[in-house]
């Protein structure tokens, strides 16, 4: 065995089996592991996947929500530990692989138009 498929098997026991499949556009609530002193929480946060990177285990996605006026941004890496639950909200109708435009609009400009034939 080369060390190439040693990694690879290391990896698939670190691999989620059951993850959504997502795609840019989807409005998505993320489960967040937070530590509190000594205790543990999930904390949610929802919003919208503007971008999607890597695949297996370095699999990334980009949320993006709007908190206070303000455009929040947050890379998740889908088969860590810290990712608790991922829920498909609502499914998006795009038509582009990044949606870095959404970070120059504001307001209702942002919004994007559900899409109805993939299954939530």
Avoid: W
Wanted: proline letters at 3%; glycine letters at 10%; aromatic letters at 4%.
């Amino acid at each position: 065995m080369n060390a190439q498929e040693i990694i690879h098997s290391i990896e698939a026991e670190q691999l989620k089996s059951k993850l959504p499949v997502i795609h840019v556009g989807d409005t998505v609530r993320v489960g967040v592991r937070i530590r509190e002193g000594g205790k543990e929480r999930v904390q949610p946060y929802e919003g919208t996947v503007i971008a999607k990177r890597n695949g297996g285990i370095n699999e990334t996605i980009t949320v993006r929500r709007i908190f206070q006026g303000v455009g929040v941004e947050r890379v998740f890496l889908l088969h860590s530990p810290r990712v608790a639950t991922i829920k498909i909200m609502r499914r998006g109708k795009v038509r582009r692989a990044k949606l870095y435009y959404l970070r120059d609009r504001v307001g209702k400009a942002t919004r994007i138009q559900q899409r109805f034939d993939r299954p939530i």
